[in-house]
């Protein structure tokens, strides 16, 4: 803020997707509730940025679903598991998993799904990025945001934490991000592992507990069982006055989301072997659908924005 004399409209979205909701300013400040002033920065910014999401949104129409996203994740949720219950497509007692749900199957599926989301969080990210500022920067600018990112840096508060859940200092949020964010790029790295063995290797799942797909997968299931777990539980507790009411269903949606897809994973890995296997696949990759779904449209898309805005701070801290 202090490398600004005038405010501009973008200037304020890109502050507030910079600001990490640690609340320090909040309870420093002299002017915040109850003064008469009322000052209170991180529920400003937090509105802020749940408007930037809309703003960013492609489609346009789309922008609606960040103020309604927890009934959108609801009824996504039922449609999809419901079709499933109503037209499954298991074609045995218990088979394989393709044996279920053929692999081309899987693949178009999916590969459709994530080829709009990859479409739409690239013109997201494309549209914040020319709001913010100039469109060069050096590479050390994105080296220094990846590292400030990957570390959780400015949750950390000079090793003191953030003031939050309440005023007094916490490493706990810093932490339970960490377990969510590597957790689902565990996960991610166990997908890309299996593909490498389906398409280039020619080995096809189911495979075993100790080879590197399951142990990345199952790595990354447990971060995303604890993760989202503790960040709820952190929630519950949070001061009221620092954060915005209206993203709650989105905030939660998204951790509910990301906890069942572990959940479902996991007991899915666990039993592939037992006659439940073909409803836990359903369910699982119903889980994994809705939140593939909801990805550009939910809570998502503050790590996608925060990172660009971290990027942009980068290169003008080197100026």
């Known amino acids: 803020m202090e490398r600004r004399t005038i405010f501009q409209e973008s200037d304020i979205r890109y502050l507030a997707n910079l600001c990490h909701n640690c609340a320090e300013c909040y309870y420093a400040c002299q002017y915040a509730p109850p003064h008469e002033f009322s000052v209170n920065l991180p529920k400003t910014l937090a509105e802020v940025r749940l408007e930037s999401y809309r703003h960013f949104a492609w489609p346009a129409p789309m922008a609606g679903a960040f103020r309604r996203n927890g009934l959108l994740v609801s009824v996504l949720a039922a449609g999809i598991v419901g079709s499933a219950v109503l037209f499954p497509p298991v074609r045995a007692a218990y088979v394989d998993f393709y044996g279920v749900i053929p692999h081309q199957t899987m693949v178009e599926l999916f590969g459709a799904v994530s080829l709009l989301i990859v479409i739409a969080l690239a013109v997201g990210l494309r549209r914040f990025w020319r709001e913010s500022g100039p469109g060069a920067v050096s590479w050390t600018a994105f080296a220094d945001a990846a590292g400030d990112a990957l570390r959780l840096r400015y949750?950390?508060?000079?090793?003191?934490?953030?003031?939050?859940?309440?005023?007094?200092?916490?490493?706990?949020?810093?932490?339970?991000h960490h377990f969510t964010f590597y957790g689902f790029a565990f996960c991610f790295a166990a997908t890309s592992v299996a593909a490498l063995y389906h398409y280039v290797m020619g080995w096809h799942a189911p495979y075993g507990?100790?080879?590197l797909p399951v142990v990345l997968g199952s790595a990354g299931g447990l971060g995303l069982l604890a993760g989202p777990a503790g960040l709820f539980w952190l929630k519950l507790r949070h001061d009221p006055a620092i954060?915005?009411?209206?993203?709650?269903?989105?905030?939660?949606?998204?951790?509910?989301?990301?906890?069942?897809?572990?959940?479902?994973?996991?007991?899915?890995?666990?039993?592939?072997?037992?006659?439940?296997?073909?409803?836990?696949?359903?369910?699982?990759?119903?889980?994994?659908?809705?939140?593939?779904?909801?990805?550009?449209?939910?809570?998502?898309?503050?790590?996608?924005?925060?990172?660009?805005?971290?990027?942009?701070?980068?290169a003008e801290s080197t100026k």
């Open 155 to 176: 949750l950390s508060s000079g090793g003191f934490g953030c003031t939050y859940p309440d005023q007094h200092h916490s490493q706990a949020r810093r932490w339970f």
């Open 243 to 314: 954060g915005d009411d209206r993203q709650k269903g989105m905030d939660t949606a998204f951790l509910a989301l990301l906890f069942g897809t572990s959940l479902t994973g996991l007991l899915l890995l666990a039993l592939r072997d037992h006659p439940v296997m073909p409803a836990l696949l359903v369910i699982h990759l119903a889980a994994v659908l809705v939140l593939f779904l909801t990805l550009p449209y939910g809570k998502f898309v503050h790590g996608i924005y925060r990172w660009a805005a971290l990027v942009r701070f980068s």
């Open 209 to 211: 507990y100790f080879s």
